[in-house]
């Protein structure tokens, strides 16, 4: 309480008081900083540059950093307002030990010893395998590389995975089996080069907002957005298709059984760059495009056009990010996609390209340097030159590098629930709102015997559940890089000093390597980041992601730079990957993929009607964790909504606003807005994953790619009834 204020004494001009500004003008003067810090944003994989500004230590206001080469002076509506997640309510700001069931504040001494003597005893007892570790694309890329060391060869267990699973698995996968290695192979500035533009399943309007300025610049393309709904980005498109949910893959399919019958396809290219081709032209056949418009619900002329644009463009571009990716034929999908930029040759030219776009702020990092999918530097498990390079450049023997990869999240999961994962350390995520059918992932956690739970804010779900809670830095707080969605790698720089006790993530590790006893052995002479940062960059010297020819020091110069940048070479970074037709195969040929489209795995039926699609809002972030503390965003967005068409709302006898629960066969959200709009078609609903209060996620269902793990968050049969009517 305010007791001058309430006296009368304080007329609250402090809070009032303005000034001018010298880059906003008159503002208020509590946001006029002291200076301003370069850095990038920590939200989304479009990877803007922001300036923090700092006055008297704390965060006070955001920018974008104008000389930043991907968001050229804008910011969206949670990078205008990201400082205020500094100082949230919610931080957390001391270790805490559940005693007597309940979280009390110890050292950070006692914290790490009690997490490295309960994970040795749980290992001792059931195996290293036996702890699992999931982890993020919110951390910095040298972080990444110093965990998948920890984990691997500190703790010994390959089950190592992040949430990123459950966000791009299946462009990796799909990019693995059909260039042979992960990377995306396009640019940014490829949207605005292209003269047709595909995205499927890509809302970037609402999702990655700041690379709609490359469409928009882009005055002389041809826009066609596939998606179910008529999102923000299908409003913006010269061609909508509004296929049917999960019938991406069929249009892929019909689009390239028409580009081969009607010789829309570059055979040179094919012929020199690709493998498979006689197969996949016997497997479209079935792909006629009365069929395609059977699965699709679109006409067969739309199918014909939407081939025949993209065949004949100079340089055609396919977008796409989670609409593709959160399904169990994610991986297939993708693989389609790539096969329609091989067969006519869209790849490796300015403004031609697959192009898939990732969610968080560093999912590429973990990609890169992570020992989940890959080992660090894209090199296989599978490939002994590949684990005996690493060993030798590490000095260890080859014998401690895993020569498969360990469960992925949704193995883990289930591997907790029949109670061989045991421990479980959870980092920067917050499973508890985010994981398909809570109920199972419930039943997981209940049965471990010591779950940590290391992430800069408390209480969240997740850390609730916490036998530990390790407080830790976040964005602003700490240094290190983050890699975009076009493989540019910017610099992360800190602002302010952490709150209370906690520490970076990057400290943590290597406090626990030290009670581990492998610190020197793992990480000699690191004392900061950038020690992290230069031993990564060996690691990659001569992979497609080479990093050997970035430093710190380039990046303060030069702003944010694309890799691959070999060692010496100019700091202009690559723009596209593949401009000589050459692949990561064994015989360089990119290989096109017979992927076959099925329908998706839980069909509506008579108690279960409707088809919900999940997905995202422009204010929100992820599980709302930083983005209910910043009051404008919270404001814009307060609660979660179900959108239905009004001709399903009355066959129900529902209308706008109601209070309506969701029930699928796993659970029941209870109480959420109606909305009625034609932006989702008869049959369908749609809802935002954000919100904990009413969680989608109890009733989505635990269906997952057979090869990206992936889940199928985009499907699954629903009613839709008024609230408290069969409670
Ligand atoms: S588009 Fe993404 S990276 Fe850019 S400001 Fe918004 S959230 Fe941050």
Redesign the pocket.
């Known amino acids: 309480m305010n007791w001058k204020r309430t006296l009368g004494l304080d007329n609250l001009s402090e809070e009032y008081a303005f000034a001018r500004d010298e880059s906003t003008g008159y503002t208020s003067a509590k946001k006029i900083p002291d200076h301003w810090v370069p850095t990038t944003?920590g939200?989304?994989?479009?990877?803007?540059g922001?300036e923090i500004g700092v006055k008297d230590g704390r965060a006070v206001a955001s920018r974008p950093f104008a000389a930043h080469p991907v968001?050229r002076g804008k910011?969206?509506p949670?990078?205008?307002s990201?400082h205020y997640i500094i100082q949230a309510e919610n931080r957390a700001k001391y270790p805490l030990l559940r005693q007597n069931g309940k979280l009390v504040r110890v050292s950070w001494d006692e914290a790490l010893s009690v997490m490295v003597e309960r994970f040795r005893a749980t290992q001792n007892a059931y195996g290293a395998e036996s702890l699992g570790v999931l982890s993020t694309g919110q951390l910095v890329t040298e972080e990444f590389y110093t965990l998948g060391k920890l984990v691997q060869l500190g703790f010994g267990t390959s089950n190592y995975d992040g949430n990123t699973t459950l966000c791009m698995a299946s462009a990796v996968s799909g990019y693995k089996l059909s260039f042979g290695s992960d990377g995306p192979p396009g640019a940014y500035e490829d949207m605005e080069r292209a003269d047709v533009v595909l995205l499927i399943g890509a809302n970037l309007a609402d999702n990655?907002?700041?690379?709609c300025q490359y469409l928009e610049s882009n005055r002389h393309k041809t826009l066609i957005v596939a998606d179910p709904r008529v999102s923000k980005t299908a409003m913006m498109a010269d061609i909508h298709l509004p296929l049917q949910p999960r019938s991406d893959l069929a249009l892929l399919n019909g689009i390239a059984h028409v580009l081969i019958r009607y010789n829309l396809i570059d055979r040179e290219y094919v012929n020199k760059h690709t493998a498979g081709f006689a197969q996949l032209e016997h497997f479209l056949e079935a792909y006629t495009p009365d069929r395609v418009a059977e699965i699709t619900g679109l006409s067969e002329e739309i199918i014909f056009k939407t081939a025949l644009l993209y065949g004949r463009a100079k340089a055609g571009f396919i977008g796409w990010t989670m609409g593709v990716n959160h399904s169990t034929l994610g991986t297939a999908t993708v693989n389609a996609i790539c096969n329609l930029a091989l067969l006519t040759g869209h790849i490796g030219r300015a403004g031609a390209s697959p192009f898939s776009i990732t969610g968080q702020?560093n999912a590429m990092g973990t990609r890169e340097a992570g020992f989940a999918s890959s080992l660090p530097g894209y090199r296989k498990f599978d490939s002994s030159q590949d684990r005996a390079e690493l060993a030798s450049i590490w000095g260890v023997e080859e014998t401690r590098i895993p020569t498969k990869r360990g469960l992925a999240y949704p193995d883990i999961i289930e591997a907790a629930v029949a109670k061989k994962i045991r421990a479980l350390w959870i980092i920067a995520t917050n499973p508890l709102v985010s994981y398909p059918n809570q109920d199972v992932l419930r039943h997981a956690l209940s049965n471990l015997d010591f779950l940590v739970v290391q992430d800069g804010y408390h209480p969240t779900p997740t850390t609730e559940l916490a036998d530990l809670m390790l407080p830790a830095a976040i964005w602003g707080e700490k240094e290190g890089t983050y890699t975009n969605s076009e493989r540019r790698v910017s610099k992360v720089n800190q602002a302010v000093e952490p709150q209370c006790e906690a520490r970076s993530d990057f400290d943590i590790f290597l406090l626990l390597a030290e009670k581990l006893g492998c610190r020197d052995e793992l990480y000699p002479g690191w004392t900061t980041v950038e020690d992290a940062f230069n031993e990564w960059r060996r690691v990659s010297q001569g992979r497609l992601c080479d990093y050997s020819g970035i430093t710190y020091a380039l990046l303060a110069e030069h702003g944010a730079i694309q890799w691959p940048l070999t060692e010496g070479a100019k700091p202009a970074g690559t723009s596209r990957l593949y401009s000589d037709g050459q692949f990561q195969t064994p015989d360089g040929r990119a290989k096109l993929v017979c992927a076959d489209w099925t329908p998706f795995p839980e069909q509506p039926t008579a108690p279960y009607p409707l088809v919900l699609n999940t997905g995202r809002t422009v204010e929100h972030?992820h599980t709302r964790t930083k983005t209910r503390e910043v009051p404008i965003l919270e404001r814009l967005s307060p609660r979660a909504w179900l959108e239905m068409n009004p001709r399903d709302a009355k066959l129900l006898g529902l209308r706008s606003h109601d209070a309506v629960d969701i029930v699928s066969r796993r659970g029941r959200v209870r109480a959420v807005e109606l909305r009625l709009t034609e932006i989702t078609a008869p049959g369908q609903v749609f809802m935002p994953f954000h919100f904990a209060e009413t969680n989608v996620n109890e009733v989505t269902q635990d269906a997952f790619d057979p090869i990206s793990r992936e889940p199928n968050y985009k499907q699954c049969a629903v009613r839709v009834e008024r609230s408290g009517a069969n409670a």
């Open positions: 944003c939200y989304c994989s479009v990877g803007c922001i968001n910011l969206c949670k990078g205008l990201e990655h907002p700041i690379l702020c972030w």
